[in-house]
């Protein structure tokens, strides 16, 4: 994405949101399902061509799919943020305002944004990777305007009271060693990341570097949040139960008020050819020893990537795969094989992936 011109950049991100919302419709819809009967079947194309789109003043992208199936809806807000933005001294801040963003605001007290979602049947949850921060809300069609009004509120007046930011620290650096620095997958899965790319962003962890969590600033919360969350640095999707028109309308009420931000700067670092193999071995306590390979992939928008998505699970998906009878059941000389591939803007790495992650059972000769 970073050799695009802008238009092509909208308008391949605007395709990825749309397929984010057919996404949406066909993982989140059915799960809020209760007893509502089954649904006629619809195939991908059709489901597509009732997609609607709308782009407030703000820059705000707006993408709707009504399914009316079941008296539910599910809206994602995509924030075009992740560890790719993130600079020497401030690597994490966008997992830490994952965090942050369910805190208190200059309008609501911390606490009153879950509870009154669950006071109206919704639920909510988010999630940060190298490109984006996620925020999804579940909830029954008759709160579609109070999540507007509380969305809103957080991306436009969120709170920066200092004891919650320290509180917040301390969650956040437990977690780091919790989940990365106890578990020795993780910590050689974030190492090789580290190894595989020189140049690109992409070698920054999601979580962040322990010494950037240890001596992220004031300044620098504030000045992350005002420069990324912001309108014009969003897409709203919606899929479920909902009027595109009234969903349109809302988005003007609630959010074309908030003004737009700076313009974000894509990211120009190309990582530059690997002219050769990258080596490293970590020595660390554990039961197994541990084996992964990367190798440098496509972008998500690569016509490639549905086959590439194919063939990692013919490879490793369960026990029926490929390398899974070959290395665990026949020759037996691993007891568990995974992959994994981090679908990008830009080319990321494919890691865990054909003998990836090996646990082997005794040390490879």
Not at 118 to 132: C, I, K, L, Y
Not at 269 to 295: D, K, Y
Request: charged share 20%; hydrophobic share 40%.
């Amino acid at each position: 994405m970073s050799s695009e011109p802008p238009q092509a950049s909208v308008a391949q991100r605007t395709a990825r949101w749309q397929r984010a919302a057919l996404w949406c419709g066909a993982l989140c819809l059915p799960a809020l399902a209760t007893a509502a009967a089954q649904p006629a079947p619809m195939s991908f194309a059709a489901a597509g061509e009732v997609i609607r789109t709308h782009t407030l003043a703000n820059g705000l992208q707006v993408i709707v799919w009504p399914d009316h199936r079941v008296p539910s809806v599910a809206l994602f807000n995509w924030v075009h943020v992740g560890s790719r933005n993130e600079g020497t001294g401030t690597t994490g801040l966008a997992h830490f305002f994952e965090h942050m963003m369910f805190k208190g605001t200059t309008h609501r007290a911390e606490g009153e944004f879950d509870r009154l979602l669950e006071a109206n049947g919704a639920r909510n949850n988010a999630s940060t990777s190298q490109d984006v921060t996620v925020y999804q809300d579940w909830f029954p069609r008759s709160a579609l305007e109070l999540v507007f009004d509380l969305e809103s509120d957080r991306l436009a007046n969120l709170s920066f009271e200092p004891q919650s930011v320290e509180k917040e620290r301390e969650v956040v650096y437990s977690e780091r060693r919790l989940r990365i620095e106890d578990s020795n997958p993780a910590f050689l899965d974030e190492q090789v990341q580290a190894t595989a790319f020189l140049a690109h962003p992409y070698r920054i962890p999601t979580i962040g570097w322990p010494s950037d969590i240890k001596s992220w600033t004031l300044d620098d919360l504030q000045g992350f949040y005002h420069r990324w969350y912001a309108p014009n640095n969003c897409t709203l999707v919606l899929v479920g139960d909902v009027d595109p028109e009234q969903v349109f309308a809302l988005a003007e009420k609630y959010y074309g008020p908030i003004p737009r931000g700076p313009v974000a700067q894509p990211v120009r670092t190309v990582e530059p050819e690997q002219t050769g193999e990258r080596r490293f071995t970590i020595e660390r306590n554990g039961q197994n020893p541990l084996v992964q390979i990367a190798w440098h992939a496509v972008s998500a928008d690569d016509p490639r990537a549905p086959a590439l998505n194919l063939l990692q699970t013919i490879l490793t998906g369960g026990d029926a795969s490929r390398l899974h009878r070959l290395l665990v059941e026949d020759r037996k000389l691993a007891v568990a094989v995974d992959s994994g591939w981090s679908e990008g803007f830009d080319p990321p790495c494919i890691r865990n992936s054909p003998i990836c992650s090996i646990r082997v059972s005794r040390p490879p000769s």
